[in-house]
């Protein structure tokens, strides 16, 4: 069984920067993809990001293309969400996952789920 634990949500102001973490256990970590998605409130669960096995290639969410970056370390079995120049509408609860497929976009091809981290920005 995988565990997926996320870290590093908080309350940042509009234009501010925000770095998440996640840290995947239980199985070797570079067998796993790894995703963000995120929930805002009354909204249904959204991708954010996603990166592939060996931290080549990603794929990002039209609206924070350009803002977020993705990354992984797989000798530390971590991934880093690196948020910039947040805005309002990036408020929500943000969720590390992980699956077999590689980069994907929907959330039913992820297996294993962190219980969210919390991201909120100030206007």
């Known amino acids: 069984q995988v565990q997926v634990q996320e870290s590093g949500g908080g309350l940042v102001q509009d234009g501010g920067s925000l770095t998440l973490s996640c840290r995947a256990s239980?199985?070797?970590?570079?067998?796993?993809?790894m995703a963000w998605f995120r929930q805002a409130p009354d909204k249904e669960r959204e991708f954010v990001a996603a990166?592939?096995?060996?931290?080549?290639?990603?794929a990002y969410a039209d609206s924070v293309e350009g803002r977020f970056t993705i990354s992984r370390d797989n000798t530390k079995g971590t991934m880093t969400l690196q948020m910039n120049d947040l805005k309002p509408e990036d408020t929500a609860v943000y969720y590390c996952?992980?699956?077999?497929?590689?980069?994907?976009?929907?959330?039913?091809?992820?297996?294993?789920w962190g219980q969210g981290t919390r991201v909120t920005v100030s206007s």
């Open positions: 996952a992980g699956g077999p497929v590689g980069l994907a976009t929907q959330a039913l091809y992820y297996d294993w």
């Open positions: 239980g199985r070797s970590f570079s067998t796993i993809a």
């Open positions: 990166v592939d096995w060996i931290g080549t290639n990603t």
